[in-house]
């Protein structure tokens, strides 16, 4: 009887191990709402210029997995420490270089840029000192939180942290914060979801970081070799 119990128990043992090992080698592909890059459209289909190409990519790579709606600070911790994790639209950027293996664009390069309602003239930036001076909306783990905070900016003193652009937009139009992190496309989107004219707000500063940015299709490092083969394959199919 101890002999049987025993080898059930190492059976049930062997299972969970293999489970575990399984999810852990289980290729994932996360993503967050950002319109109108990757967005939950209105129907529940997952939709966007991004989301499209990053499809296409996956078709040619004969790679199969679900696409996971997330929070960006839970995809991109996910993606962070987890083998064999995807993870889009990702910027490019100095910080990021080495966390990842990258596949781009999967858009028109973007200028990350400061916002104002155009009303406030009494905000008026020529760098991005000056914006030291106000408290800028911005999301939590995001590319735009780590420059600003790598140029002195903090969290809780000009930086208002939240896990939602749509929050901070709100806080802006109800003058709440001063200034919001944004692209043109997306607050172009998110204004019209909030149902305001896009006229309430102008770029207060283009370009925070003084550059344009690839969005990306990024894979975690430690993943599965043949994960990364079958990408670049993929990438050297569909490039023209």
């Known amino acids: 009887m101890i002999y049987m119990f025993r080898t059930l ?71 962070n420490h987890r083998p064999n994790t995807l993870i889009f639209s990702i910027l490019r950027s100095e910080e990021r270089e080495n966390s990842f293996d990258w596949y781009c664009p999967l858009s028109d390069p973007i200028e990350v840029a400061l916002y104002k309602l155009r009303k406030r003239d009494d905000i008026r930036l020529t760098d991005l000192n000056d914006a030291k001076k106000y408290t800028i909306g911005v999301l939590r783990n995001d590319y735009a939180q780590q420059f600003l905070k790598s140029k002195g900016f903090d969290d809780g003193t000009n930086l208002q942290v939240s896990t939602s652009d749509t929050a901070n937009l709100r806080l802006l139009i109800q003058g709440r914060i001063d200034l919001v992190i944004q692209v043109k496309a997306a607050i172009h989107y ?51």
């Open 190 to 240: 998110r204004m019209k979801q909030l149902g305001a004219p896009i006229e309430e707000v102008e770029i207060a500063l283009p370009a925070i970081d003084g550059k344009s940015l690839e969005t990306c299709l990024a894979l975690s490092k430690g993943s599965d070799k043949a994960i990364k083969v079958a990408l670049d394959r993929a990438i050297e199919a569909l490039t023209p």
């Open 9 to 79: 128990s190492i059976c049930l043992l062997a299972v969970v191990s293999l489970s575990t090992l399984a999810e852990s080698q289980r290729l994932r592909i996360v993503t967050e709402h950002w319109p109108p890059y990757n967005y939950l459209d209105t129907d529940g289909t997952l939709r966007g210029e991004a989301t499209d190409n990053v499809r296409r990519i996956l078709a040619q790579a004969n790679l199969d997995a679900n696409i996971e709606l997330l929070s960006w600070s839970k995809a991109l911790d996910l993606a």
